[in-house]
């Protein structure tokens, strides 16, 4: 199982991106899927995650501001990011807890995406 990170880079103060993150891979079954991030020098923190049944979790940082959606089908995670400030610089790490027939349940981690804001 693998989960691949896409859609970070340099955007200015007031911006938006969107990640993308996919994961593949002997999977039976996804349960949350979300977005970590660890800004320079500082511990990694949860930025908002979605479970399988569709209930939705934010940091109160990123809340008003960060999107989270995921397509099923396509076993893919998207963080949709407006009003971007300064302070959101970081790698952006996905996440998902996934059940594969040989393994069982695990919780697997992408590379990171590095986001930088900065005019």
Known sequence: VQLQASGGGLVQPGGSLRLSCAASGNIF???????????????????????????INYADSVKGRFTISRDNAKKMVYLRMNSLKPEDTAVYCCYARIFSTDRGWNDYWGRGTLVTVSS
């Open 29 to 55: 079954s996804i349960n949350s899927m979300g977005w970590y991030r660890q800004p320079p020098g500082k511990q990694r923190d949860l930025v908002a995650v979605v479970t399988s049944s569709s209930s």
